[in-house]
């Protein structure tokens, strides 16, 4: 017992030993071999002037210091992944051909932030959507946009990602009426854009639970350049959305009496209505801290 008391500090030592060993010697070996199959995945369709960032040769490489990979200082584990305009100029020819692949994603089990914008992604290798990515349980922030998805990717959510809290699906192919149940995979969800796809409508209902705690929505400039939003929310849909502090509708056409409807969002702050094609009188909304109505005939009851 003596013994054991006299080198009861061995353990913590080996700890520190071990995450000062990752700090030093860098990422973690089975995510640098992800990284690099990831790598080898674009050869095809990346144009090399683009994607010749990671060292494939050199086997001493720390991956936590290539372009486009932040990792955690203390454990050494990959936590964003920044993988934007991986293919090149938006004339290439091979721009549309790479499809997301999920189990590409699943060894980085601490990433939090995962951006795969400006690619032109038109889908995925069957059986491996986006609903694989229930697996990554820290990841709170997924870019899709500038991609050619369409609305077959809300199908793909059909696991729960219940540590997302910001999706951007903006300047994708996303059409016709999209439904809030779309979304109820993500139940912690606070920031939604879904501008510049040809939504004609967001379709909401009064027993929804979806979306409980979204704080962002954005619908701007969908169907090309104006929405079809009438009639898309009743008072008590949208007295749901409690949580709801910006709300953009740029470039859309509105029913009047959805100004109305905008009193029950007492927690509306932000509201944005630039290029609105709509007449009326917003009423009094104490709670608005900013508000842009430019281009719309709208008289403000405050």
């Known amino acids: 017992m003596e013994l054991l008391g006299r080198y009861w500090w061995w353990p913590v030592v080996l700890v520190l030993a071990h995450f000062g060993m990752h700090e030093c010697f860098g ?7 992800a990284l690099l199959q990831f790598e080898a995945s674009l050869v095809n369709y990346a144009n090399e002037h683009y994607f010749s960032f990671w060292d494939l040769g050199n086997k001493e490489s720390d991956c936590c210091e290539w372009e486009k990979v932040k990792c955690n200082i203390t454990t050494g584990c990959v936590i964003q992944l920044t993988l ?7 004339s290439s020819e091979d721009r549309g051909r790479w499809y997301f692949n999920a189990s590409m994603f699943l060894p980085f089990k601490e990433l939090q932030y995962l951006d795969l914008s400006y690619n032109s992604i038109p889908g995925w290798i ?13 990841l709170e922030v997924l870019h899709l946009d500038r991609n050619n998805f369409n609305n077959s990717i809300l199908q793909s959510f059909s696991g729960t990602i219940a540590s997302l809290k910001e999706l951007d699906l903006s300047f994708n192919k996303l059409n016709g009426s999209i439904h809030i149940q779309d979304f109820k995979a993500f139940n912690n969800l606070e920031e939604l854009y879904l501008g510049q796809n040809y939504i004609n409508d967001f379709v909401t209902t009064e027993d929804s639970n979806s979306l409980s705690k979204l704080q962002v929505l954005d619908l701007s400039y969908n169907n090309l ?34 100004l109305h409807k905008i009193a029950v969002m007492t927690s509306l702050n932000i509201l944005a209505m630039r290029g609105c094609e709509l007449k009326g009188t917003l009423p009094t909304q104490d709670n608005l801290k900013e508000l842009d109505l430019n281009l719309a005939q709208i008289h403000l009851g405050f």
């Not at 079809?228 to 949580?243: I, S, V």
């Open 126 to 138: 069957p059986n491996e959507g986006f609903e694989k990515l229930f697996a990554l349980s820290k």
């Open 84 to 90: 934007n305009f991986l293919l090149g100029p938006w």
């Open 27 to 33: 990422c973690w070996e089975q995510e640098r071999i």
């Open 225 to 258: 350049s104006y929405n079809n939003l009438k009639g898309w929310f009743t008072t008590k849909e949208l007295g749901k959305l409690n949580n709801l502090e910006q709300l953009y509708l740029k470039g859309s056409s509105i029913d009047k009496s959805f």
